[in-house]
C-alpha cells in the first residue's frame, strides 16, 4: 500500500503544475485522501427513479478534485490510480492464491474433495 501512495505523489505532484489558482487550498496528503476516496468510489452508482445516479461520495471527491485540478486532470489522476490498483491488488490476490495452493498441494488436499464432502453431507442430512 506505501507503493500505492507513493504513486498518488507523484499524480499529485506532476499534476500540481494544472493547479486552478482559484481552486481551494488543501495539502498534497489531503489530495491523497480525496483521490483515495474518489479511487474506491468512482464509477459507483445507485438506481433512482429509473436513472443511474453518481453516488454521494463519488460526486463529492470529484468536484473537489475537479475545483483544484479541472475535470479532465481529476478524472485522468482517478483512472491512473484506480488501474494502479487494481492491477497491485490482481498481483497481491495471484500470490495468495499460489501459495495457499502450494499448502493445499503439501497438505495432500486433491481436487474434487469439496464434492465429495457435501454429497457425504447431504446423504447424512438425507438419512435422518
Same mark, same amino acid.
Given at each position: ?30 489530495? $491523497? ?11 459507483? +452508482? ?8 453518481? +453516488?454521494? +461520495? ?17 478524472? $485522468? ?9 487494481? $492491477? ?9 492464491? +499460489? ?30
Amino acid at each position: 500500500m506505501m507503493e500505492w501512495r507513493a504513486l498518488v505523489g507523484r499524480q499529485i505532484e506532476a499534476a500540481s503544475g494544472e493547479r486552478r489558482a482559484a481552486g481551494p487550498a488543501i495539502s498534497s496528503d489531503g489530495v $491523497a485522501v480525496v483521490l483515495l476516496l474518489a479511487v474506491s468510489s468512482h464509477g459507483a +452508482t445507485r438506481q433512482a427513479a429509473g436513472s443511474e445516479v453518481i +453516488t454521494g +461520495t463519488a460526486e463529492v471527491t470529484l468536484r473537489v478534485l475537479d475545483a483544484l485540478f479541472g475535470e479532465r486532470v481529476a478524472l $485522468a489522476m482517478i483512472a491512473g490510480a484506480k488501474a494502479d490498483l487494481t $492491477a497491485r491488488m490482481a498481483s497481491t490476490l495471484d500470490a495468495e492464491r +499460489t501459495r495457499i495452493e502450494s499448502l493445499l498441494d503439501a497438505a495432500g488436499v486433491r481436487d474434487g474433495r469439496g464434492e465429495t464432502l457435501r454429497a457425504i453431507t447431504a446423504a447424512i442430512e438425507g438419512a435422518r
